[in-house]
Every structure is written in C-alpha cells, then in structure tokens.
C-alpha cells in the first residue's frame, strides 16, 4: 500500500479510529512530519492536538542510527544494540543531554503559550507517519503512560510487522494501515513526504481545525453489495442539502471537503458527506476512476437522502471534486430536475462528457488559475453543459487551493451558487405545488 500524502494517510487513520470520535480524543502527534497527520485526525474525531516530545539517541560513529530514544522528561529507551555499536556510559550521558537540550527548545517553541496538554484519564492517540525502529514510539507511549490515559493508541501508517509486534506492549491499541515486509525507509511508501519545518508544526498546533460540528450520528447506508458511511448535518430551516461526491483518494473526512461543509453549514445548508468507496476498495487505484461505479452510487444515495425525514421537501445539490465531480454530473443527469444545482472545485468533468450534455441542474465550475490543465478541461466540459453555467477561476490557487485564502474563496463561490439555485428550486417547486392544488388555469 502507498499513500499520496500524509493527508491521505491520516483520512485513513480517522477511519479506523472512528470510534473515538465525539469523546474528545487527545491526539498527541511526535514531530514534525506526524503533526500534519495529527491536525487531520484531531480535526475529524473532535479531539484535541498537541505533541509528544521525543528524540532518537544516535550511535557514536553513525548518527543515522537510532540506538534509543529519550522525552523531554529524561526518560530512556535503548535499544538491544546500543552497546554493541560502542555506545559507553560516557557517550550516552553526553548524547542524552543534547537530545534533552533539543527538546526543551521544541517545548518553547511549539507550546511558548501553554503547558502541554495534560494526558490523564484522557483517550490519547499517538500518531506518526512510519516506524523505522520502533524505539521513538515506544518512547513517546511510555512518556504518554506515565500520565495515566485512560486508553492509549498508538495508530502509524506504515511499518514492518515486527516493529509492529515490538510496540504492542506498550500501548491498549495498535492501528497500522500498512505492515510490509520490504520495508527500507517511511518515505518510500509516500507519493510526497515533504521535510515539515517548525514553523509548520506551530502553525498546526495552533490552528483550531476545520472539523464540522455533526449534531447528528455517522449515518450508514446500503448500496448494492457494501455498506457506505457518511455525516449528515441538516441545520434548522436548512434552504437544501448538499451531497459530497470527493474522489481520487479523498473521502468524508478531507479537512478540505470539512471546511467547505462548514461555510455551507453558516449559510444554512445541509450536508451529506460520505464515502463513495469502501476503505477496501479505495486502496484498488483504478476504483477512484471508474466513474460510471461512483455516479451510479451518488445516485442512489441521493434517493436514500431523499426519503430521509431530515430532507422531505428539500431541494438537494452536488458539490464534486476530482473524480466525484464527474460522478456528480452523471447522477445529476440521471436524475434530472430532482437535482436543483452542481458545483465541481477543481474536479475532472471531462471524465463524464457525454452526460455533461444531458445536465439541466446549473453547474458551477470553480478552478484555480495555476491549474492550467485542469483548468482546460473544465472549459472543455462547460462547453458541453446546455443550461445555466458558470466557470469561476480563483487566482492564484493551485489544483488542492492550498494556498492562503484560496480554498475559503472557492468555499464561498460555492455557497453562493447553491443559496441562488437552492432557493430558485424550492420557488419553482412551491408554484408548481400552488398550481397543482388549484388545476391549471384556463
């Protein structure tokens, strides 16, 4: 298995660690590279982020290799090799103390404002990317439980599977996505394993997170052969609700897909977000692809919402991205006028063409101008859609709009779009009621 990103790798920790959420998790990320993992997960179970403070006690001759680990309250983890490798009582004294001088400056550096977040009676999840060793983790969880958690997880993306087993004693819970047994080094199981600075890690630890506050329980739904899950939030005196169809790797739990779900939330829009493929079946490339299988899906589930009690009477709108943009365009022209509006940020439209031909819902199109070839496509697929259209270029936003400010301007295009077409919708519909009741004219 190999993740995109640590993004990605951390959406799929969430899922497996979704029990946790609503009960105020402490998600204690060992820096700096796990920290983006640990902001993602902290954001999606409602939890609260901070860092375990730990550092590798290197070999005399090769500072590459770890002979232990120590934290930033002195405590020491060694290795079985650590004197074999010439590791003297001297030595250790002299690296402990540079690696507990290390630590201190993080502490300043990533928490000047606070105290560490007290882990007592509290579920604590301690996150990384991979383990090369196994002896970070372990001290990082012996340093976590001498705090007295009430139930202690250790959830990393990828490690070999006896540095798997060497860390199970020391945590309740143990979530490894990948064990494979050809393991050389974290970054080779990444597409991206940027180096993370300490500004990052500050900036993260400071963020307040982007989760949506889902009122309502995980919904499940049925459709076909699996079993799907989702987040409904339906505020009161909702103008619509809008279906999520995020694909190509992404799934419910995308800090992105979140943070345009709660600026929908703030203009009085409902939500559904769930995932259009299974955990299993997303880890199958080809799956995130295979447009016709995701639209089919967006369509029926848009039928379950629709006898939703939350939903009865409700306008319902598609917001896609990547592939699930040309999953919305195929459900959106297989349902017809049941679909009041379509939005597609940075999706791949051109996948579905020939139904972009037969959508009547008006669709917005919203593409960064740095995505130049995303950016032709949409053109491409907006000279195909017969009704009402839009294409709307953020500038200076790349293909993910990470760049300040771009996301929250593609977020509130969107918003604008659906509370225009949304209301349109329920008018339409209240006349066609009025005249139904009445008989037509004559």
Request: glycine fraction near 8%.
């Amino acid at each position: 298995m190999k993740f995109r990103d640590r993004e990605e790798a951390a959406q799929y920790l969430t899922q497996r660690l979704i029990q946790y959420r609503g009960k105020n998790p402490l998600v204690l990320a060992i820096p700096r590279g796990a920290t983006v993992m640990g902001r993602t997960i902290a954001d999606a179970l409602h939890g609260e982020l901070d860092v375990v403070l730990v550092r590798k006690l290197r070999a005399p001759t090769q500072p590459e290799l770890a002979i232990g680990s120590i934290d930033e309250h002195g405590r020491v983890y060694l290795t079985a090799h650590a004197q074999r490798v010439g590791a003297t009582e001297a030595y250790l004294e002299k690296e402990k103390k540079t690696q507990i001088d290390g630590l201190k400056r993080r502490r300043v550096a990533y928490t000047m404002a606070r105290a560490p977040v007290d882990a007592h009676g509290r579920i604590v999840i301690v996150v990384d990317d991979g383990i090369a060793t196994g002896s970070t983790m372990i001290a990082a969880l012996k340093s976590t439980r001498e705090q007295k958690p009430q139930r202690l997880i250790a959830a990393v993306a990828v490690a070999p599977p006896e540095n798997v087993e060497k860390i199970r004693p020391f945590a309740d819970e143990v979530v490894c996505l990948a064990t494979p047994p050809d393991f050389y080094s974290v970054g080779q199981f990444f597409d991206e394993f940027p180096q993370v600075s300490d500004d990052e890690v500050i900036a993260l630890l400071k963020c307040k997170g982007t989760a949506v506050e889902v009122l309502d329980p995980p919904v499940s739904i049925n459709v076909e052969d699996v079993t799907l899950h989702g987040d409904l939030s339906v505020p009161a005196g909702a103008k619509g609700i809008v279906v999520f169809a995020h694909g190509s790797g992404s799934s419910r739990l995308s800090p992105r897909n979140r943070h345009v779900a709660e600026i929908l939330h703030r203009h009085g829009i409902g939500t559904l977000l769930f995932d259009l493929l299974t955990m299993e079946e997303d880890r199958v490339y080809e799956n995130r692809f295979d447009v016709s299988l995701l639209g089919r899906r967006l369509a029926i589930v848009t039928q379950w919402l629709s006898a939703r009690p939350e939903a009865r009477g409700l306008p319902i709108g598609y917001f896609g991205a990547s592939t699930g943009a040309a999953a919305a365009l195929i459900a959106a022209a297989q349902l017809g006028s049941r679909i009041a509006c379509v939005v597609s940020r940075g999706g791949r439209p051109d996948l579905a063409m020939e139904s972009a031909r037969r959508v009547s819902a008006p669709t917005l199109f919203i593409v960064g101008a740095m995505d130049t070839i995303v950016l032709d496509l949409n053109h491409n697929a907006y000279d195909a859609i017969p009704g009402v259209k839009e294409l709307s270029i953020v500038p200076g936003a790349s293909h993910l709009f990470e760049e300040p400010g771009t996301l929250d301007e593609a977020a509130l295009r969107a918003a604008d779009w659906f509370c225009r077409y949304l209301e349109l919708s329920r008018v339409v519909a209240s006349s066609h009621d009025v005249v139904t009741a009445a008989g037509p004219r004559s």
